[in-house]
C-alpha cells in the first residue's frame, strides 16, 4: 500500500509539470499572437506608379546651366510628391524642387545627379543620370587628334578647322560643326563640339535647315557645291573621295569600291577625359596613319527622332546622289574597310568633310 501510493503521487507531480510546460508555451503563442496583431495594425506601404526620370544632356562645358524637371511618376498625383535633386559638385547640391535650374561642375570628369521622390505612405522612388564636363575647345577635348600647322576660320561663326592636303584637294581633317542647319548627336551641344554636326543629304548640299528643293547632280574635281561648308569649300563629289582614296592607299581605287583595309587608317582610337571614343575590334586597329581623324559621330533617321551608332560608327555625306538617295562612306568599329552605302536624302543625318582644290588654298586663309 505504500508503494502504491508513492507511486501515484509521482504520477501527479509529472501530470502538474506537463501541466505547467503546456500553459507555458500556450502563453507564449498567444503572446506572439497579439504582438502580431499588433503590428498588422501599421499598413504597409504603397508603391508608387509611373517610372521616375528627368534628363540632363550627356556632355556638357564647365558651368553649364540647365532646366531639370522630374517627371513620370502618375501616384500619387499633385503636391503630395517631393522631388529632391542631389549632386556633389553641382550647384545646388541639394534641393527640393520638381523643377530646377541646375549648374554643371567646374571640373572636367564625369558626375552623378540623382532624383528621388517620396510621399507619405509610399516607398521612396530614385532615379540618377550623369553628365560628362569637357573642355570647350576640340583640339583639347580629343586626346589623340593630330592636328597640323594648316586651319581655317569659318567666319560664320569663328570656329577653327584644321586641314590636310590629299592628292589634289584639300580636307577638312575634322567633321563640320556649323549650326546654322543640322542637329548635334542626341541633341546635345558639347558633343558636337567633338564629333561635328549630323545634316541630311538635303541640308548638305542646300546649305539650308529646309531646303526647299532637291539639288542637281555634282560631277568632278573639287566641283561640289558649298552647301553647309564655308566659303571656299565644297561638299566632295565622287570623284573627290577617289582622289582621296588613290592617294593614300597608292592604288587607283573607284568611289563604289569597297576601299578594303581603309577604314582603320583613317579613324583616329582617341579619347576624351581618358574614356575611348570608338569601341574596340581587332579587326580595327584605328591607327589613323594618314592624320584624318575620323572619330564615331553616330547618325540620326527619322526626322532627327532617333540617335544610333556613337562609339561605333561614321557616315560622311558625297554629293552624288541616285534618284531620292544620296551617297555616303563609312566607317564602322569593328570592320577595316572603309566603305560606300546610300541613304534617303532627308531622312538620314550624316557628319561632313568639307574639301577644295589644292590651288585654291590661297582663299579664306
Known amino acids: 500500500m505504500h508503494k502504491a501510493t508513492n507511486f501515484y503521487l509521482h504520477l501527479q507531480i509529472i501530470i502538474d ?8 508555451f500556450f502563453f507564449f503563442l498567444a503572446s506572439l499572437v497579439l504582438v502580431t496583431g499588433c503590428n498588422k495594425d501599421e499598413p ?32 500619387p498625383e499633385g503636391d ?13 547640391d541639394s534641393i527640393v524642387a520638381k523643377s530646377v535650374q541646375i549648374t554643371v561642375p567646374d571640373s572636367l570628369g564625369t558626375f552623378t545627379l540623382t532624383l528621388t521622390a ?22 583639347v577635348i580629343v586626346e589623340g587628334f593630330q592636328p597640323t600647322n594648316d586651319s581655317i576660320t569659318d567666319p560664320r561663326d569663328n570656329k577653327v578647322y584644321y586641314y590636310k592636303r590629299y592628292g589634289n584637294l584639300d580636307w577638312f ?15 546635345v551641344l558639347a558633343l558636337g563640339t567633338i564629333l561635328g554636326g549630323l545634316y541630311t543629304w538635303d541640308q548638305a548640299i542646300s546649305g539650308e535647315d529646309t531646303p526647299m528643293a532637291p539639288a542637281g547632280q555634282f560631277n568632278g574635281l573639287g566641283a561640289g557645291p558649298r552647301g553647309v561648308c564655308p566659303p571656299g569649300w565644297t561638299i566632295p563629289t565622287a570623284e573627290d573621295w577617289a582622289d582621296l582614296a588613290t592617294t593614300v592607299s597608292g592604288t587607283p581605287m573607284g568611289f563604289l569600291d569597297p576601299w578594303n583595309g581603309l577604314g582603320e587608317v583613317f ?13 574596340y575590334h581587332p579587326d580595327n586597329e584605328k591607327t589613323n596613319i594618314i592624320g584624318w581623324n575620323a572619330l564615331p559621330a553616330g547618325y540620326a533617321i527619322l526626322s532627327g527622332e532617333t540617335f544610333s551608332g556613337y562609339g561605333q560608327t561614321s557616315f560622311w555625306w558625297s554629293a552624288s546622289s541616285d534618284g531620292n538617295k544620296g551617297y555616303y562612306r563609312l566607317i564602322h568599329y569593328a570592320v577595316d574597310r572603309f566603305s560606300c552605302a546610300s541613304a534617303d536624302k532627308s ?4 557628319s561632313v568633310r568639307c574639301v577644295r582644290k589644292a590651288e585654291d588654298s590661297s582663299q579664306n586663309e
Do not use: C
Open 17 to 24: 509539470m506537463e501541466s505547467k510546460s503546456t500553459f507555458t
Open 347 to 350: 531622312a538620314v543625318y550624316a
Open 80 to 92: 503630395s510628391v517631393i522631388y529632391t535633386f542631389q549632386g556633389k559638385h553641382f550647384t545646388p
Open 118 to 139: 517620396s510621399a507619405e505612405g509610399y516607398t521612396k522612388s530614385m532615379t540618377s543620370r550623369t553628365t560628362t564636363v569637357i573642355h570647350r575647345f576640340f583640339t
Open 44 to 75: 504597409d506601404p504603397l508603391h508608387m506608379l509611373g517610372a521616375l526620370k528627368f534628363d540632363i544632356p550627356s556632355y556638357s562645358y564647365p558651368g553649364e546651366t540647365f532646366l531639370v524637371e522630374a517627371t513620370g511618376i502618375t501616384r
Open 267 to 279: 579613324a583616329v582610337d582617341a579619347k576624351v577625359n581618358g574614356n575611348k571614343l570608338w569601341k
Open 173 to 187: 581633317i575634322q567633321n563640320l560643326n556649323w549650326n546654322g542647319a543640322g542637329l548635334t548627336y542626341s541633341n
